[in-house]
């Protein structure tokens, strides 16, 4: 008796589970990126600050005391140039100098120099990228077997130039870190400038803070360089296997050209300018903007007039792009760009979201996708328009059920 033939088997992990896990890489590399660079900024700064501090408490008692300036009686310039013995002189309280040098000092010390190690991880997310796309287009070519297949070879990812991707930032990074650094600086030294008035530990707090905003720039920068160069390592990979071969012959004999493009993968908690490219296909290789997204005006494409290429969508954006393939023959289910464009629809209409995306903006994304689209089950549209009704999505994420003890 002859055996049936074997039907071609699909991957042996899900679809939608590669992209969790390829989700769950991105993140980790762009958090990597973040703590490598930013945490020794911000411990710097920290430290600095316990050090005002503590150095205020010793010479004013508490951090609530307030430095009244001196007044008393001595040689001093009237108003028509005349001197005049009596006129009454403020002293500023000598004690304030010391903080104020102290702070000077501190953040003229802070190594803010993070450029370098930035690029070593944009170029370690890049190659992370480029090698997990590889590996994707290989195993597409293994068990599709109906189709002859021919991968062109694919680039090393050590080879990947990030020359036009990242320097825009980068290169500019530290000159601008300084330079904050710097404001912060010469804002304490105004201090020393305001002799009559009263000076505080507030005053300093306010310092710190202009310091706090280069940790921020840094974190930032780093954000954007991890998500764009881990795009361009995926880029790389899919445009160099849907290239027509230079000898002139035309596509590949059933290559991947009319396979592979690249899809757009969102966070669950995704403001709503990425959601709303959630699933998007690229066309041309770049990716077609939404005129809005779910009726909030859309974002302009950074730099001015250029296509959207991939990811970043914005500084903080933590999207990534993957190679899509089609799906396969025969197959009749729900594709996966359609699930994560279903999956962005039900992030809006629960109120899924981080705390800088502002809740009216996802009320507003809400209430518009609730009159133009029926693709969400009812439950899900119920718990929308109550929200929208009390003007406030519940808490996100949402707390478990606790047992019940008797």
Not at 158 to 185: F, H, S, T, W, Y
Not at 241 to 257: I, M, Q
Not at 284 to 309: H, I, K, N, Q, R
């Amino acid at each position: 008796m002859t055996a049936p033939a074997e039907e071609p088997q699909g991957p042996a992990v899900p679809p939608e589970l590669v992209v969790v896990a390829e989700s769950m890489l991105a993140l980790a590399a762009w958090e990597e990126a973040t703590l490598a660079a930013v945490a020794p900024l911000r411990a710097q700064i920290t430290a600095l600050t316990r050090t005002l501090a503590a150095l205020w408490v010793k010479l004013f008692g508490d951090l609530d005391a307030r430095v009244e300036p001196a007044t008393d009686t001595g040689p001093a310039a009237a108003v028509d140039g005349t001197a005049d013995d009596d006129a009454p002189v403020v002293r500023r309280d000598p004690r304030l100098d010391q903080v104020i040098a102290a702070a000077v000092d501190g953040l003229d010390a802070v190594d803010h120099r993070v450029s370098s190690t930035l690029t070593e991880r944009a170029r370690g997310a890049a190659h992370l990228s480029a090698e997990r796309t590889a590996v994707e287009l290989d195993e597409f070519r293994a068990w599709v077997t109906d189709v002859d297949i021919t991968l062109p070879d694919l680039p090393d990812p050590a080879d990947l130039d990030l020359g036009e991707v990242i320097p825009g930032v980068l290169d500019v990074l530290d000159d601008n870190l300084r330079a904050q650094l710097d404001r912060a600086a010469d804002r304490a030294r105004q201090l020393a400038e305001a002799d009559a008035e009263q000076a505080s530990w507030d005053s300093f707090v306010d310092v710190l803070a202009q310091a706090q905003h280069a940790a921020t720039s840094a974190e930032r920068a780093a954000r954007w360089s991890t998500t764009a160069a881990a795009d361009h390592g995926t880029t790389a990979v899919v445009q160099a296997a849907t290239v027509a071969p230079a000898d002139g012959s035309g596509a590949f004999s059933g290559s991947l050209a009319d396979w592979v493009e690249r899809m757009w993968i969102a966070e669950r908690d995704a403001c709503v300018h990425c959601l709303a490219m959630a699933g998007a296909l690229t066309e041309g290789g770049s990716y077609p903007v939404p005129e809005s997204s779910f009726g909030v005006p859309t974002l302009a494409v950074w730099p001015e007039d250029s296509l959207l290429w991939g990811p970043p969508r914005h500084p903080n954006c933590r999207c990534r792009s993957c190679a899509w393939l089609g799906q396969l023959p025969g197959y009749v289910g729900p594709d996966l760009p359609s699930v994560l464009r279903r999956e962005a629809e039900r992030s809006i209409l629960s109120g899924w979201r981080v705390a800088t995306e502002r809740e009216p903006i996802r009320l507003a994304a809400a209430r518009h996708l609730l009159a133009n689209s029926a693709g969400q089950p009812a439950s899900v549209r119920d718990r929308a328009r109550k929200a929208i009704a009390r003007g406030a999505f519940d808490v996100f994420p949402r707390e478990p059920p606790r047992a019940v003890t008797t």
